[in-house]
């Protein structure tokens, strides 16, 4: 089983990124997915969540911004970053869990700076 996270990268403030976790080996639409981040420094915190009925949760700092989404034929959990922050800067990790099941992403970088 893995989860791959891409498209991360470096973008100024305002900008917007769209990641993507992609499931092997694992049926990602039956399972509740979250995406998490990490900043030097921090805990990780959980900014957005898709259950396996497509309910959808959000952090207060995601709320409004940030979209998650999922697209079962390509076995695939988007998180849509509009408006990005410096302090959105972080490593930001998938997680994927169905009862005592769970796997990680290995992470994607995001960084937002002028």
């Known amino acids: 089983v893995r989860l791959v996270e891409s498209g991360g990268g470096l973008v100024q403030p305002g900008e917007s990124l769209r990641l993507s976790c992609e499931g092997s080996?694992?049926?990602?639409?039956?399972?509740?997915v979250n995406w998490f981040r990490q900043a030097p420094g921090k805990q990780r915190e959980m900014v957005a969540q898709?259950?396996?009925?497509?309910?959808?949760r959000y952090s207060d700092s995601a709320e409004g911004r940030f979209t998650v989404s999922r697209d079962n034929a390509k076995n695939t959990v988007y998180l849509r970053m509009n408006n990005l922050k410096p302090e959105d800067t972080a490593v930001y990790y998938c997680n994927a869990k169905w009862g005592l099941d769970e796997h990680w992403g290995e992470g994607t970088q995001v960084t937002v700076s002028s």
């Open positions: 080996e694992i049926q990602l639409s039956i399972y509740t």
């Open positions: 898709v259950a396996g009925r497509s309910t959808k």
